[in-house]
């Protein structure tokens, strides 16, 4: 007999370092998902930032399917035609001409956080080791990415932290000036942050970065797992920026949903990790790169990238229509499909009990920071599912803001 599990099962045997929706997904299509009893949601979340061809598109399927035939795993110890048909296809679409893949957004900076530090070390020696990060960033749950990352509580209670890492504003080039020094190996930051709460760069600021790297012989790291393959409508987000990191890393959407991450670099760093100096049991295995090529070829399509602006665009629109009804919003931040919409004050305690009623009217969200709403579907949901997934997430802000008249 098959084992039945439930929410409640949850509980019983995974490790609680989540608290999961009531709901379990058993089956996804293009922007709609259903859950165990059959109950169908818009999925304005897309696994969050994850999920940029929606869930089970054909593309995808058939990738998976025809490597599944083929091989799985060679290790390192060989190479593999999909690993490297994707890097080729990377370092064209980018700045890049070095590519290093792994698993996960936290391993990719990891990777290249080792990397700067390596540079760093053998170029200029010892001393230079700063690590430069901002206040609210996030760069994955490995204690060295943690502890790069800006946000103590996420970092503290696991004993002595790597060291040589120092926290400074976002958006502040003055201070960043008044403290960056031959000392400091690395700036490295979220071309827009994500999970503190979808916050742009000034173009001062992010210039004023570039230039402070290059006086100062910093290895400049853009993370952008959230903001990268597609999701801001350029490939990349430092495209639309137009200034150049040395390091780009890469992760959710690059696999469309199948666990993939990549290091980007250029061969003046590259060549300071050596065999051994790092390395990876499953980075680059065929599985993985025969979907993210398929994912990529298709997300890098001009018309796609048009589409994730049009469809952010739509979503603001709608968001801007609700908010003239339930003044909920005092600001709409993000680019293309990494929207985020700062809820009032009034709203910002009544955050959690949206996010829930907005599942339970139908529509999957997401929150990020303190105050905002966060909304980052699949670049190609179409605009019924648009319509419908503000229909129903207006539904749940109508439901709130009745009971509080009453
Ligand atoms: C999600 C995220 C990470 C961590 O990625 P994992 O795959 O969870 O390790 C790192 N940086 C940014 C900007 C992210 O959004």
Redesign the pocket.
Known sequence: METKVTRATFDEVMVPCFSPMQMIPVKGKGSKVWDQNGKEYIDFAGG??VSALGHCHPIMIKALEDQAHKVWHVSNVMTNEPALKLAKKLTELTFADKVFFCN????A?EAAFKLARRYALDTFGDEKDEIIAFDK?????TLF?VSVGGKKVYADGFGPKPMGITHLPYNDIDTLKAHISEKTCAVVL?PIQ??GGIISPTSEFIQGVRALCDQYHAVLIF?????GNGRTGDFYAYQGLGVTPDIL?T??SIGGGFPI?SMLTTEKFACHFKPGTHGTTFGGNPLACAVALAVVNQISKPEVLEGVKIRGQKIVQGLKAINEKYHLFKAYRGKGLLIGAVLTEDWVEKRGELFNLAGDYGVLILTAGSDVIRIAPSYVISDTEISEGLKRFEQAIAFIANKSLS
């Open positions: 969050i930032a996960s957004g936290g391993e900076n960033a996030f760069h994955g749950r990415t979220e994500g999970e993370d952008e797992v959230q903001t890393t992760a959710k991450a």
